[in-house]
Nanobody, 124 residues
Framework: EVQLVESGGGLVQAGGSLRLSCSASGVSFDDYAIGWFRQVPGKEREGVSCISSREKITYYADSVKGRFTISSDNAKNTLYLQMNSLKPEDTAIYYC?????????????????WGQGTQVTVSS
């Protein structure tokens, strides 16, 4: 059974930083893609940043390039998202996700397992 548990969300002022963590079980970061998504009520969930399964290529949404950094500690099966220079438009629930298929997940497509989410609120 795959379990993903996010932490690290909170309230921060614009320009500040937060680091999100995702503790995973039932999925190996060595073999599978893994990623961060976010959702604002009333809008579709969007891929923020993902790491592909084989080449471990990182993908970032244009809106976060240069500000967010995805990383993983495969020994701990923990995924991180360092978020700097936060903007009010980054306010959302952030989810950690993994695909069922080991060949899926590149560029944040094809994800099936989701954590419960962690709220990030950026005040102006």
């Amino acid at each position: 059974e795959v379990q993903l548990v996010e932490s690290g969300g909170g309230l921060v002022q614009a320009g500040g930083s937060l680091r999100l963590s995702c503790s995973a079980s039932g999925v190996s970061f060595d073999d599978y893609a893994i990623g961060w998504f976010r959702q604002v009520p009333g809008k579709e969930r969007e891929g923020v940043s993902c790491i592909s399964s084989r080449e471990k290529i990182t993908y970032y949404a244009d809106s976060v390039k240069g500000r967010f950094t995805i990383s993983s500690d495969n020994a701990k099966n923990t995924l991180y998202l360092q978020m700097n220079s936060l903007k009010p438009e980054d306010t959302a629930i952030y989810y950690c996700a993994a695909p069922v298929d080991v060949t899926s997940g590149d560029e944040c497509y094809g994800y099936d397992y989701w954590g419960q989410g962690t709220q990030v609120t950026v005040s102006s």
